[in-house]
């Protein structure tokens, strides 16, 4: 089992910078770099929305188009943590975000095993 905690969110103005946290807890038998781990976001109303994923490894990353040169994702192996870096925030980027992992590195939900509690990230303009 896997137990993923988010943090990092608040409200920022547009154009600042913002740096979400995900931490890891693993069971006995789980290791947390056998996960490819991910980046999600949900506004009110909308579908969940892909944003970052990042393979076991951290060598290989995808982003999708509306976040592609603004954020970054990176993770540390050893302290269990994958951390978003979002910059030149847009209020479209306003939204709950969800950290999650899985064994298949894809920019799709399913392919996700775990998920944390999300975190709300507000950006005003």
């Known amino acids: 089992q896997v137990q993923l905690v988010e943090s990092g969110g608040g409200a920022v103005q547009a154009g600042g910078s913002l740096t979400l946290s995900c931490t890891a807890s693993t069971a006995s038998g789980y290791n947390f770099d056998a996960y490819a781990m991910a980046w999600f976001r949900q506004a009110p109303g909308k579908e969940r929305e892909f944003v970052s994923t990042i393979i076991w490894n951290g060598k290989e990353t995808i982003y999708s188009d509306s976040v592609q040169g603004r954020f970054a994702i990176f993770r540390s192996n050893e302290g269990k943590r994958v951390w978003l870096q979002m910059n030149s925030l847009k209020p479209e980027d306003t939204a709950v975000y969800y950290c999650?992992?899985?064994?298949?590195?894809?920019?799709?939900?399913?392919?996700?095993?775990?998920w944390g509690q999300g975190t709300q990230v507000t950006v005003s303009s």
């Open positions: 999650a992992a899985g064994h298949i590195f894809l920019p799709n939900a399913d392919s996700y095993l775990y």
